[in-house]
């Protein structure tokens, strides 16, 4: 049996290759876009795995700069119609230049949950501030803590197989390995049709609460504007919401 490797998700090229089709709703796009400033802002995309976002920003007329920690997703942002409309680095936003400045940037995708430790979180708002200007925007999503999304993750609750045209399919099954405070590791399954090939990726997220999100942000100098639970946008419930979507502003 092959041995799952960690966030394969991000790194192995046959996933890379399906995480469009895995992840084809647009709620959390057109939510963000409805939020930016109008073009040609300046915006930042972190985390901006297979580029669909950034380009379609770009194609609207933003300046866009996106940055992903994986070399293999940002490699194939890069071979997309219109890639060149879109300035693309390899690494996390701790690593871009310095001088760049951004009217607004966004983080998609629950990525904000891939940041493990508190100063991994100290260290994205210090920078994601340092790129911004003055009432610059500052935008992301986490799952709500409270919500107990990974007592969903389980084989018996898969969705159907995902059709990937010509005649090829995957099947995606989730199973928690640990939970332990506000950490979750789980492994993912993907079963490819009809070459009978499966591909196993383990990942780890936080799920950080409301208030430790605040306090980091507000420690780095930005000012809550907006926390909505859901992409329609409805106001966030601690108790309810399956989301905390955030909008800051740089003060």
């Known amino acids: 049996m092959t041995e799952p490797l960690q966030d394969a998700l991000y790194e192995d090229q046959r996933l890379v290759a399906v995480y469009d089709a895995l992840n084809a709703s647009r709620d959390d796009f057109d939510f963000y876009q409805r939020q930016l400033p109008a073009p040609p802002s300046q915006v930042l995309d972190i985390g901006c795995g297979t580029g669909r976002f950034a380009v379609d920003l770009a194609r609207q007329g933003y300046h866009v700069t996106a940055c992903d920690p994986a070399v293999d997703m940002v490699d194939y942002a890069q071979k997309r119609p219109d890639a060149a409309l879109v300035a693309w680095h390899h690494g996390a936003v701790t690593g871009l230049p310095s001088d760049l400045g951004f009217d607004a940037a966004v983080m998609t995708g629950h990525a904000f949950q891939c940041l493990l430790s508190d100063e991994d979180m100290r260290q994205f708002f210090e920078v994601s501030r340092s790129h911004l200007v003055e009432k610059g925007v500052l935008m992301f999503e986490s799952r709500n803590p409270k919500a107990r999304a990974w007592d969903r993750w389980m084989p018996d609750h898969a969705g159907p197989p995902v059709d990937l045209?010509?005649?090829?399919?995957?099947?995606?099954?989730?199973?928690?390995?640990?939970?332990?405070?506000?950490?979750?590791?789980?492994?993912?399954?993907?079963?490819f049709w009809p070459d009978n090939v499966e591909k196993?990726?383990?990942?780890?997220?936080?799920?950080?609460?409301?208030?430790?999100?605040?306090?980091?942000?507000?420690?780095?100098?930005?000012?809550?504007?907006?926390?909505?639970?859901?992409?329609?946008?409805?106001?966030?419930?601690e108790d309810q919401s399956p989301e905390m979507i955030f909008k800051f502003l740089a003060v």
Request: aromatic content about 10%.
């Open 200 to 237: 196993r990726s383990v990942s780890t997220l936080r799920f950080a609460s409301e208030q430790e999100i605040l306090s980091g942000a507000e420690a780095a100098g930005f000012q809550l504007v907006q926390l909505c639970g859901d992409w329609p946008g409805a106001p966030f419930q």
């Open 165 to 191: 045209g010509a005649g090829q399919s995957v099947a995606v099954t989730h199973e928690v390995i640990t939970h332990r405070a506000s950490y979750v590791t789980f492994e993912e399954r993907y079963h």
